[in-house]
């Protein structure tokens, strides 16, 4: 099989909804995005965040990360599907139709 192949190619989506009633709740979510970006994760909407990944060996070490750093409370939802997926998907801007941003350039170092 291609090594770079849409059908190989990952990307995982985490999306949540986190409480943000008090200071700590606040805190907490705050502290959750962080460590998503921090992961290389990138903000697709307020509450949904992606990572491209090639493999999904890969895409299971970045999942692992975010379980590893779910807050307290709130909801949140880790998906992974396929480049071929993730290619297929329809933006919208109002009923405008948008793009899709380009695939990053992925850098693999030995």
Known sequence: ???????????VLVFFDLPT???KDRKAAADFRKKLIKDGFNMFQFSIYVRHCPSMENADVHISRVKKSLPEYGHVGIMCITDKQFGSIELFYG????SAEPVPQQLELF
């Open 1 to 11: 099989m291609d090594r770079f192949s849409e059908y190989r190619i990952m990307w």
């Open 21 to 23: 009633e008090t200071k």
């Open 95 to 98: 009923k405008k139709a948008q």
